[in-house]
């Protein structure tokens, strides 16, 4: 069974920093992309930031409204993603999640966690 | 303002078919795949068509959906009140080297 699991939200202060957590199970993670996906209270989905896999030299992607602030990386080893948030604003307040992406059958997002809560305040 | 364009709701009675579109440009729907996904009230987002037009596993074939351009839309055909939910379209952006989503639709079912 496909499973993603977030971990690390909480209320942290505005400038303040959190890392959140992805960890994966019930595949094998090197031939995947996972992506972090964030929706705020009152407004739709949001893309965050991508980690590539090994074959595409572990590259990374954020959204304008990240880059600079947020970092990605991952640990093949682990079966795990990280997504340390500095500089944190109250907009990036939200519920984020992971979610796995499949390049070769285009299938961005199709196994999602269940979401862990940031609160910036 | 979200960079692909969905219409903020719509509505249909069981039984009936609805559509739901998608307007982007060159640099995002006119060159790369469109995927859809359906999101229920407290819960994660659910991938219902990938690849244009591909159904996921699992996915009843009551959802379809195309792509013509630089615009696409989702069909969902036998409403039902369990596809009650938010419907977002999503492709990869060339010029912002990103993903981007829609704005998000609400389906009610009467």
């Known amino acids: 069974e496909v499973r993603l699991v977030e971990s690390g939200g909480g209320l942290v202060q505005p400038g303040g920093s959190l890392r959140l957590s992805c960890g994966v199970s019930?595949?094998?993670?090197?031939?995947?992309?996972i992506d972090w996906v964030r929706r705020a209270p009152g407004k739709g989905l949001e893309w965050v930031a991508r980690s590539r896999h090994k074959a595409k030299g572990y590259s990374t992607a954020y959204a304008a409204s990240v880059k600079g602030r947020f970092s990605v990386s991952r640990d093949d080893s682990r079966n795990s993603v990280n997504l340390q948030m500095n500089s944190l604003k109250t907009e990036d307040s939200a519920m984020y999640y992971c979610?796995?992406?499949?390049?070769?059958?285009?299938?961005?997002?199709?196994?999602w966690g269940q979401g862990t809560l940031v609160t910036v305040s | 303002q979200s960079v692909l364009t969905q219409p903020p709701s719509a509505s249909g009675t069981p039984g009936q078919r609805v559509t739901i579109s998608c307007s982007g440009s060159s640099s995002n729907i006119g060159t790369k795949t469109v995927n859809w996904y359906q999101q229920l009230p407290g819960t994660a987002p659910k991938l219902v068509i990938y690849?244009?037009?591909m159904r996921p596993s699992g996915v009843p074939d009551r959802f379809s959906a195309s792509k013509s351009g630089t615009s696409a839309s989702l069909a969902i055909s036998g409403l039902r009140s369990e596809d009650e939910a938010e419907y977002y379209c999503a492709a990869w952006d060339d010029s912002l080297s990103g993903m981007v989503f829609g704005g998000g639709t609400k389906l009610t079912v009467l």
């Open positions: 019930g595949f094998f993670f090197s031939d995947y992309y």
């Open positions: 979610a796995r992406t499949d390049r070769t059958m285009h299938k961005d997002f199709d196994f």
């Open positions: 690849s244009n037009n």
